[in-house]
């Protein structure tokens, strides 16, 4: 894809364990210009800034903020900090691209929601799994019509994060579900309506007694807003077995999509009956760097690191689908046009917001919960 050079996106990368992933993605985009990288620590900001070249850093976000050059944040840092540094970014004037999840209560998401709507800035959830080879497949045979009606989706992301640092020992499962409700709402661009969850198993009492979530897994069902669709999704962070897999089957009336059992195989596309009985069918996922400007369409198969060991997340998830350019690339040309990007504000809201009510729903024993109105809109 060619795009116009003229016009650059200035961008400031906060965070840079994950947020390394993206350097070189924003240098060498058309239309994108690396303005400033910033990380809390020193040590970090200095070994990053020498290995990609980046001359302009800095360890404090205050500067950052107060750059008047700079239009864009992408903010790649922990968790807890990501609601409240979107928040600081918009009071700023800049337009915010969080990593996920948006926020960590649906107060934190309400408050996003209204700044942007305050404000006419744009906010979008820098989410992997909406944007994997695997995910615009399957968009692309829902919006040819080749899925037919949309009858049922399932969705998984088990992962074993025993040895994660920091934040992540011991979060509830449901917390951290973006990786699933992203691709399930995105392929109809709908919206949950309301969730019911229920947890199973047990964890380990010291990771319990972190955030008082006993589930080794949570399993809810999502209903789409105004549909007679629903998801069914199921999340697990320790002591369950499985390999770090996320996935997603779309079972339409013409065709559906399984993903495979185990990571690296082909898709399976299942053909209604007519004129056949239903004939399953492994089938290669294709790659969609074609969606990309030619400078940064390589980053869908190769990593940034030049043969060494990128972040673990993304080692541990395959590559993340070849995914990172594209939301890069969906951040630069939704400001460069002025248009939403996906999923927005009121779209973050509504996936984030799903996994923190699934979990409030399974420590209730499974209550139905309804999403609130302002992230219906």
């Avoid at 050079?5 to 690396?34: D, M, R, S, T």
């Avoid at 709402?185 to 199973?200: D, N, P, Q, T, Y």
């Avoid at 007679?228 to 559906?256: C, M, P, W």
Wanted: hydrophobic share 35%.
């Amino acid at each position: 894809m060619n795009m116009n050079h003229e016009k650059k996106i200035n961008v400031a990368i906060v965070g840079l364990g994950f947020g390394a992933e993206f350097i070189p993605i924003y240098q060498k985009h058309p239309n994108a210009n690396l303005k400033v990288i910033c990380d809390a620590s020193k040590e970090k900001l200095d070994k990053v800034g020498d290995l990609f070249k980046v001359d302009n850093r800095t360890d404090n976000y205050d500067e950052v903020l107060k750059d008047p050059d700079i239009d864009a944040i992408h903010l790649v840092t922990p968790i807890g900090e990501h609601a409240p540094m979107t928040i600081q970014a918009l009071k700023a004037g800049k337009h915010v691209g969080s990593t996920v999840p948006m926020a960590t209560t649906v107060d934190e998401c309400r408050q996003i929601v209204e700044l942007v709507e305050e404000t006419g800035l744009k906010y979008m959830m820098m989410e992997t799994a909406a944007y994997t080879r695997e995910i615009l497949y399957m968009k692309e045979l829902y919006d040819k019509g080749e899925l037919g009606d949309i009858q049922f989706i399932m969705a998984s992301h088990p992962q074993d994060m025993d040895g994660w640092p920091d934040y992540w020992p011991g979060l509830p499962p449901m917390w951290y579900a973006t990786h699933c409700m992203a691709p399930a709402l995105g392929i109809m661009r709908s919206k949950a309506e309301s969730v019911s969850c229920i947890g199973s198993g047990k964890i380990r009492d010291d990771l319990i007694a972190i955030h008082n979530s006993p589930f080794a897994i949570e399993s809810a069902h999502v209903k789409f807003l105004n549909s007679n669709v629903y998801a069914h999704v199921h999340r697990n962070l320790f002591d369950t077995a499985r390999q770090y897999k996320e996935s997603l089957d779309v079972y339409g009336s013409i065709k559906s999509v399984e993903w495979p059992l185990i990571e690296g195989k082909p898709l399976v596309v299942h053909t209604a009956k007519m004129p056949e009985p239903e004939i399953p069918q492994e089938t290669v996922c294709p790659d969609y760097a074609k969606l990309l400007p030619d400078e940064i369409a390589q980053y869908t198969t190769k990593s940034v690191y030049e043969g060494e060991q990128g972040h673990l997340s993304f080692t541990q998830g395959a590559g993340h689908g070849g995914s990172h350019p594209h939301l890069a690339h969906e951040l630069v040309t939704a400001l460069l046009e002025d248009r939403d990007p996906y999923p927005n504000a009121v779209e973050s809201a509504n996936i984030t917001c799903v996994g923190i009510l699934a979990h409030d729903s399974a420590m209730k024993g499974g209550e139905t919960i309804q999403l609130p109105e302002w992230s219906l809109k």
